[in-house]
């Protein structure tokens, strides 16, 4: 007996140490970090140390309410974050089609070919994918080039530079860059799906759009309302590259979303005490959100995700 309860505790302190360096790993990337939200709280300027810099209590905090062009600016940088995040949820369920018309191919080669395809341009990055856009949408790019041999237009068309629409662009090159490798979940839970289930309905005469409505679509939904729930808890974070590449003098209004205004706070204004205290109440919402969202689950679903 006594054999039994040591062996079971070093099998225990061995799976901990299996976890241990990704729990480092965590610490060191995830959470040490969080010791910078102590510049919100001094007048900070570099590269004068933060040991000399002078303590202003919540003065950074009570600015961003106080000044009425910092209130007018946040207020169009968070418009442009619900906007572009509203649309990224609107059309959640693109991935899940996706994936289930992907699954109805029946040439295995064509399949693996197109989902290959399609997965490819998460692994480009987004300098790549603005130099592509560039190239295709500029004022001598293809796109003008093509409408003027056809006697359509007689000067370019600003696509990139135009400020019009700049939330359903993003959008349309967020999708075209992350929705073969968002619908590798659904490939994944389809691959889980009772097969009786399917002979059940072709033995009962069911068309294939049927059987997809029916028994595919619903035995993904789980899957889906789980992710569609961490990318609402995860509404604020649009990250920054994407739009940094994207940004010029004539979209910049529109196209600033929470993390690239902090970034360009910092970096350009020199406004680093202010650009912690925004990503510090991102920070905060952002968890708000996670809780919300999992208290969600847990009512019309039964069971939490966090």
């Known amino acids: 007996m006594q054999g039994s309860e040591n062996s079971k505790r070093r099998a225990s302190i061995r799976k901990f140490l299996y976890i241990l360096p990704f729990m480092v790993l965590l610490a060191v990337f995830a959470y040490y970090p969080l010791y910078g939200w102590i510049y919100a709280f001094f007048d900070y300027n570099p590269p004068i140390p933060l040991s000399k810099s002078p303590f202003v209590g919540f003065m950074w905090f009570r600015s961003l309410v106080e000044n009425r062009v910092k209130v007018n600016q946040l207020l169009q940088v968070v418009m442009n974050t619900f906007g572009i995040s509203g649309l990224n949820i609107l059309f959640s369920w693109l991935p899940m089609m996706f994936a289930v018309f992907l699954n109805e191919i029946r040439s295995i080669r064509f399949r693996k070919m197109v989902q290959t395809v399609t997965t490819l341009p998460n692994f480009i990055s987004w300098v790549l994918t603005y130099s592509l856009a560039f190239s295709l949408f500029s004022s001598e790019g293809m796109a003008n080039g093509l409408l003027k041999q056809l006697g359509m237009i007689s000067s370019p068309i600003l696509f990139l530079q135009s400020s019009e629409h700049v939330w359903f662009t993003m ?18 839970a389809l691959s889980g799906i009772d097969e009786s289930l399917y002979e059940a309905a072709r033995v009962d ?62 970096t350009l204004g020199g406004s680093y005490s202010v650009s912690v205290v925004i990503s510090m109440l991102k920070s905060l919402i952002s968890v708000v959100l996670l809780f919300a969202v999992n208290g969600l689950s847990k009512l019309f679903r039964g069971e939490s995700i966090v």
């Not at 959008?171 to 490939?187: H, L, P, Q």
């Not at 590259?241 to 993390?259: G, H, P, R, S, W």
């Open 171 to 188: 959008w349309m090159w967020n999708t075209w860059k992350a929705m073969g490798w968002a619908a590798i979940m659904y490939i994944a």
């Open 205 to 266: 005469g069911a068309t294939r759009m049927q059987v997809i409505r029916h028994i595919t679509i619903p035995s993904l939904l789980p899957t889906y309302f789980v992710l569609l729930m961490l990318q609402i808890a995860s509404f604020l974070n649009n990250g920054m590259e994407q739009f940094y590449v994207f940004q010029n003098a004539f979209n910049k209004e529109t196209i600033q979303v929470l993390d690239l205004y902090v970034f360009n706070l910092a």
